[in-house]
Structure formats: structure tokens, C-alpha cells
């Protein structure tokens, strides 16, 4: 087998925020190309179409002259984002203009990296050949079975699993510099698939692993709605609780409409911090309400927010570890508010 068996995010050399925190240019800038999905999956708040009608969420596609803004006002910045991560609650590929949106991206000039997450429907030559060709550095690849059955089971989707893989040999022949990870949930495969699994993926991406399901998204009870108990993390480590959300000091999410989440997972859209058509990115990212949110976190509070205590993301998925340094961090926080009232 070519590949690592190697999670999706990057776990070695991290920069320990407790030394950089409060950042005045965040590290990752999430953009969700599309808010819609052709899957409707069991484990995912997207996929219950009811659910988000009722939330009155906007379900379509990010517009070109939004996304073109959100880059230009990078700018602003002090410098350069980390990382652009083209993803959040819907399918990218979706989006036509996506290879369009990388390119753009790329020749700005303020954006070193970019990656998205697929269902894998689209990764077809047609579609695939202009992104690798803008310039994509990371595509994680999401398997949800490993045969028709239980794809039509668990997404709803008639899928052509055989043409999925013959798509994933050809990017993984095309991709060029861009790497290619491939995971899937371990609840969704039996014992003896995992091998299968491997045996199928392993020679044609760079990093692959079978994940766990993780309670992630507030206010919505995968074990619920799936069946399955959660022992374990999301990449089978213990389960480890955390206050303090590291997310909100290094990232913020620009979801499909415009609108910007302070969490990535604000499916719900409980967690807006400003609008990418009224406010440029920089004002947002040192907005009140973001920054009420950083206070509230630090001081211990975050079991008082109706959203964020309900979060599981903190416990089963490996966040970075701020809570030894909060009291310190607080410090250095509100400081940084009042040097920017001052400066505006």
C-alpha cells in the first residue's frame, strides 16, 4: 500500500496557540462553496433536508462576486491566512465555479494553501482536471461504504461506487502537487471491509484512515439518529474533554450565503458573527460579537453559551489545548480589544 495510514489533519509540529494567541490574522479561513448535498446522510445535519428547511437556512450556492471579496479583503490582513479551507456544510464540488474560485484564490497572492472535503460523486476528469490545474493542494475524499448497498443505506444516493473508484485512480494518476486523503466512518463498514477498504484506497492516495463518528455538531444526537454508541474519538483516541474552543481564536467560517459562523460547524446558523456583504473580512474577525465569544470562552463560561456546551467537537476530535492557558490568554485578549478601540 502507497498510502500513510495517516488522519486527515495534520497532528505533528503545531504551532501551540498559547504562544500566538490573540492572532490579528486568522490561521484558516473557512468558505463554503455550496450549503446543499446531493447525499442525505444519516449522520449529518445537511442531510436532513427537513431539519434545515426549518432552520430557514440558505441552501444553494456561494456567488462568484462574494467569494472574489473575501479574498481581496485579505488584504487587509497584517499577513497571509494559513490556510483556505473551501468546505463546510454542503458539497463543493457542487459549485461549478469552484475551479474558477481556487484559481482566483491562488493568483490573489494572500492565500499559500487551499483544500476541500467531497462525497466523491463529482470527482469526475471533466470536473477534477480544471481544479487540479488551479491550483488544490489537499482533497479529502469521504467514503461512506464500500459497496451500493450501503451507500443507498446510510446516504440515500444511488451511487455508482465502481465509477467512484475508477475516478479516484484517475485523480490520484493526474494530481499532480495536490494530496489526495481518503477516510471513512469505521460504524459504517463491517470487520472485514476495513481491510477491503485499504486493499480498494491504498494505492491510489497519499493518507488514508477509518475515522469513528464524533457528536460534533451542536444540538443534533448522531448516536440518536444513527444507532451506533461513540466510544472513542474520531481518530480512535480517548475521549478527552476540553472548555476552551481553540477554533475561535484561529479560524472563523464564511458560510454559503455570505453570512460568517464563528464555528464551522453552525449548521444551525446560532453562531453568526457578521455578513461578508455588509462588513469586510477583517472587521469581522475583530468584531464585538466574535470577541464577546473569545471573552466568554476564557473566563470559563462556555457551558453558560446554549450552542457551544452542546458541541462535541471539543471532546472526540483532537482540538488543540488552551485551557491551562486561559486565564493568561484573557489577559492578552482584552488587552488586544482595547489597543483596536483605540486605534478605531
Not at 481544479?131 to 467514503?143: F, Y
Not at 455508482?160 to 486523503?181: M, R
Request: hydrophobic fraction near 35%; aromatic fraction near 10%; include cysteine.
Amino acid at each position: 500500500m502507497k498510502a500513510k495510514i495517516k488522519p486527515r489533519i495534520n497532528l505533528d509540529d503545531r504551532t501551540l496557540l498559547q504562544d500566538v494567541i490573540p492572532l490579528s490574522t486568522p490561521f484558516v479561513l473557512f468558505v463554503d462553496p455550496a450549503s446543499k448535498c446531493n447525499f442525505q446522510c444519516t449522520f449529518c445535519p445537511t442531510g436532513d433536508r427537513e431539519l434545515i428547511k426549518n432552520t430557514g437556512r440558505y441552501q444553494g450556492l456561494l456567488k462568484f462576486d462574494v467569494f472574489k471579496k473575501i479574498i481581496d479583503e485579505l488584504a487587509d490582513f497584517p499577513e497571509k491566512i494559513k490556510v483556505l479551507r473551501m468546505y463546510k456544510d454542503g458539497e463543493p464540488l457542487l459549485n461549478k465555479n469552484l475551479a474558477k474560485m481556487i484559481a482566483y484564490a491562488k493568483e490573489s497572492g494572500h492565500v499559500p494553501y487551499i483544500d476541500t472535503t467531497t462525497n466523491g460523486t463529482l470527482i469526475t476528469p471533466e470536473r477534477m482536471a480544471p481544479i487540479i490545474e488551479a491550483g488544490l493542494d489537499k482533497i479529502n475524499i469521504s467514503v461512506d461504504g464500500m459497496n451500493v448497498e450501503q451507500y443507498q443505506k446510510f446516504t440515500k444516493f444511488d451511487f455508482n461506487f465502481s465509477e467512484f473508484i475508477e475516478n479516484v485512480k484517475w485523480l490520484y494518476e493526474n494530481k499532480g502537487d495536490c494530496e489526495i486523503a481518503i477516510k471513512i466512518p469505521r460504524e459504517l463498514i463491517t470487520q472485514a471491509q476495513q481491510q477491503e477498504f485499504y486493499d480498494t484506497f491504498g494505492d491510489y492516495c497519499d493518507r488514508i484512515f477509518i475515522e469513528n463518528f464524533a457528536p460534533c455538531w451542536p444540538i443534533f444526537d448522531i448516536e440518536k439518529r444513527t444507532g451506533f454508541k461513540i466510544t472513542e474519538g474520531i481518530y480512535q483516541q480517548k475521549i478527552s474533554p476540553t472548555n476552551t474552543c481553540p477554533y475561535i481564536f484561529y479560524s472563523m467560517s464564511v458560510n454559503a450565503g455570505g453570512e460568517v459562523s464563528s464555528c464551522f460547524l453552525d449548521w444551525e446558523r446560532k453562531l453568526l458573527i457578521g455578513d461578508t456583504q455588509k462588513q469586510t473580512i477583517s472587521q469581522i474577525w475583530n468584531s464585538d460579537s466574535l470577541n464577546k465569544l473569545r471573552i466568554q470562552h476564557l473566563e470559563g463560561k462556555r457551558m453558560e453559551n446554549p450552542i457551544c456546551s452542546k458541541c462535541g467537537q471539543l471532546s472526540h476530535c483532537l482540538p488543540d489545548n488552551i485551557d491551562d492557558y486561559a486565564q493568561d490568554l484573557l489577559t492578552k485578549v482584552r488587552s488586544s480589544i482595547a489597543q483596536l478601540k483605540q486605534c478605531g
